[in-house]
């Protein structure tokens, strides 16, 4: 056995479908919480000398943790090809400090996951200023791929009704104006005005929504407000139906039934994040990447 790909327990199911695709050995890194909040992480008892951890960093904190403990326990192992799978990579969005003091997570996170890995693959990392992940993980063979086709063909299979995609603010611009281009439907995006974490205006675009099938589009959903204040919008404005497919399923307590509540019917989310929304699966477009680095 060459090569191994181990999971964290929550990321079970994605890592599985990825070790199928890439026809890869598995196994599970088996982690204990004590009373006083420390990580026991035990990794399987024999390595080779190449290994996959797979982790998606939702609730980064903890996770980052026991990431650590994993990579280094690995390396003890002598395993000399150290690959982190992290479908979600966390604390990409504070790129630069907008307040004398603040701390820009993105350089130091990335200077840690450099550290310890020999190759990460991330989907559709939330970058702004820098675009470029070598940048953020120096040293390390880092790739980011996006999930756009995935999304672009579960539409294109699912809706043939041709809805007009919509961006619920200017961010979301790059994911869903790259999904129209490969479905070749309609697409626009609102304009937002953030005043703290669950108070934004959102601005509908200049289009005519009454009667559509309106698709929201973003990456990354938390809380759910920017989605949910557009779809008001969107009601209001006539829309026949309203659903939403999102990359990143960040969804805090509550936020599944906060968005139905505000007419958005069908809620769809990529395995990124482990969820009972997942309908689209990423192992396929991951295992591609994989065989450049084992």
């Not at 327990?9 to 009373?35: M, N, Q, S, T, Y």
């Not at 603040?102 to 350089?107: A, G, H, M, N, R």
């Not at 009704?161 to 490969?182: C, N, T, Y």
């Not at 497919?245 to 039934?257: D, E, M, N, P, R």
């Amino acid at each position: 056995m060459d090569s191994l790909l181990i999971y964290f327990p929550e990321c079970e199911k994605p890592a599985r479908r990825l070790a199928d695709h890439a026809g890869l050995a598995f196994d599970e890194i088996k982690v204990h919480h004590f009373p006083d909040g420390e990580s026991l992480v035990t990794l399987p008892e024999s390595l080779p000398r190449c290994v996959i951890i797979y982790q998606s960093l939702n609730h980064p904190n903890d996770k980052l943790v026991e990431l650590l403990l994993a990579a280094r326990g690995a390396r003890e192992k002598e395993v000399s090809n150290l690959i982190l799978v992290a479908p979600y990579l966390a604390y990409m969005r504070q790129d630069k400090a907008f307040k004398p003091g603040e701390v820009v997570s993105q350089k130091i996170i990335g200077l840690f996951l450099s550290d310890l890995f020999d190759s990460l693959v991330t989907i559709d990392a939330h970058l702004h200023r820098v675009k470029d992940l070598s940048k953020i993980l120096p040293g390390c063979k880092a790739v980011n791929i996006t999930s756009a086709g995935l999304t672009s063909g579960y539409i294109v299979k699912n809706f043939p009704d041709r809805p007009f995609l919509l961006g619920p603010d200017e961010e979301s611009w790059q994911w869903v104006s790259g999904i129209a281009k490969m479905t070749g439907l309609e697409y626009g995006v609102c304009s937002k005005i953030r005043y703290g974490d669950k108070q934004v205006e959102v601005t509908l675009p200049e289009v005519k929504f009454a009667d559509r099938h309106v698709i929201l589009v973003d990456d990354i959903v938390s809380t759910g407000h920017t989605l949910a204040t557009a779809a008001v919008k969107l009601r209001k404005a006539g829309a026949a139906q309203v659903d939403c497919i999102i990359t990143h399923a960040l969804f805090s307590k509550g936020v599944l039934k906060f968005l139905k509540t505000s007419g958005i019917r069908r809620i769809i989310t990529t395995d990124t994040v482990p969820h009972s929304t997942n309908r689209i699966f990423t192992a396929s477009m991951v295992a591609e990447v994989l065989k450049e680095f084992i």
